[in-house]
């Protein structure tokens, strides 16, 4: 068991360009989630994969943003045409789908945008 | 829909001192109910759940008990050290998405 990984750690671009994260979860968790984090706020829920389904998105996922989860491995959330607003930590988490059963979160990945 | 509320931070206390962070929590449906921990520079880590009312969490000395009738999920430490020092994020979970609370930053002095 390595954990869940997540790349890059930081990332800082230009508003407007376009940015993709990576998670790769704990291998026999088909349940994936991504979070975001602002600064002085827990973290809020943006969308969810079972296996490589994308089962819910929220409303804060704006038409920017899109997920995958190919083969139902790992996963990669991209930000097109970036803004300031998007700055936040980006957070990966991933359980077995039993239920009560944890959630184990990555890194995160922090994005400041310019 | 779904909500968590923790109390007002950050608190501070003397090492040995009591703790109480408090939590009540909003749900639809039966939620399994968590505490997370963020020390600094490191990512959120389980610090304990519980999973149906009456439950009690309990880890590295931290306890919470599962209040259905008063929904409630309070973080409780008798004697905290320096090295609690952290970000305490109270949770529930229905259906495994996650709702946290805002968090409770606690800073313990020697």
């Known amino acids: 068991d390595?954990?869940?990984?997540?790349?890059?750690?930081?990332k800082i671009t230009k508003r407007g360009q376009n940015v993709t994260?990576?998670?790769?979860?704990?291998?026999?968790?088909?349940?994936?989630?991504?979070?975001?984090?602002?600064?002085?706020?827990g973290p809020e829920f943006l969308t969810y994969f079972q296996n490589e389904a994308q089962l819910e998105k929220s409303?804060?996922?704006?038409?920017?943003?899109?997920?995958?989860r190919p083969k139902g491995s790992f996963s990669t959330l991209e930000i097109q045409r970036t803004e300031q607003g998007d700055s936040a930590m980006y957070l990966c988490a991933s359980l077995t789908g039993v239920l009560g059963d944890t959630q184990?979160?990555?890194?995160?990945?922090?994005l400041t945008v310019l | 829909g779904n909500s968590v509320t923790q109390m007002e931070g950050p608190v501070t206390l003397s090492e040995e001192a009591f703790?109480?962070?408090n939590c009540?929590?909003?749900?639809?449906?039966?939620?399994?109910?968590?505490?997370?921990?963020?020390?600094?520079?490191?990512g959120l880590q389980l610090l304990l759940k519980a999973t149906k009312a009456d439950d009690k969490g309990s880890n590295k000395g931290f306890e919470a008990t599962y209040r259905k009738e008063t929904t409630s999920f309070h973080l409780e430490k008798g004697s905290v050290q320096v090295s609690d020092s952290a970000v305490?994020?109270?949770?529930l979970s229905v259906g495994g998405k996650l709702t946290f609370g805002q968090g409770t930053i606690l800073t313990v002095h020697p």
């Open chain 1, 21 to 41: 994260f990576r998670c790769d979860p704990i291998s026999e968790h088909n349940r994936l989630y991504w979070y975001r984090q602002t600064l002085g706020q």
């Open chain 1, 2 to 10: 390595t954990g869940v990984s997540q790349n890059p750690r930081h």
């Open chain 2, 24 to 42: 009540t929590y909003t749900a639809t449906g039966y939620p399994s109910l968590f505490w997370y921990v963020q020390y600094p520079g490191e």
């Open chain 1, 59 to 68: 409303r804060l996922l704006s038409d920017r943003f899109s997920a995958e």
């Open chain 2, 88 to 91: 305490y994020f109270c949770a």
């Open chain 1, 104 to 110: 184990y979160f990555g890194p995160g990945t922090r």
């Open chain 2, 19 to 21: 703790l109480t962070i």
